[in-house]
């Protein structure tokens, strides 16, 4: 079983950075999945990216390419999401989840509020 703790939010202004992190205990291979997902008020939980744990390979929704970065430090057991140049349609409830096998995030961290404003 894998425990998710996440970090890291709060307000900032267009244009600005914030940094989210996550850490996790519990068993974690090299093959897992960290990924990170977001939910806005109204709107559908939306995948933002992720990173494998062992190779560091990560993948973006095209909404964020360019913008974030995920990052892991395998030392600590923690992934960061890294935001940069922040729009208000940014803001939402970000969370992050691990991949342990198969499609599906099968572990989720509590949450992290992320506004941005105008």
């Known amino acids: 079983q894998v425990q998710l703790v996440e970090s890291g939010g709060g307000l900032v202004q267009a244009g600005g950075s914030l940094r989210l992190s996550c850490a996790a205990s519990?068993?974690?291979?090299?093959?897992?999945?960290m990924g990170w997902f977001r939910q806005a008020p109204g709107k559908e939980r939306e995948f933002v990216g992720r990173?494998?744990?062992?190779?560091?390979?990560?993948a973006y929704a095209d909404s964020v390419k360019g913008r974030f970065t995920i990052s892991r430090d395998n030392t600590k057991n923690t992934v960061y999401l890294q935001m940069n140049s922040l729009k208000p349609e940014d803001t939402a409830v970000y969370y992050c989840?691990?991949?342990?096998?198969?499609?599906?995030?099968?572990?989720w961290g509590q949450g992290a509020q992320v506004t941005v404003a105008s």
């Open positions: 519990g068993r974690i291979l090299s093959s897992y999945a």
């Open positions: 989840a691990t991949r342990t096998g198969g499609y599906q995030y099968d572990y």
């Open positions: 990173i494998i744990w062992g190779g560091g390979i990560t």
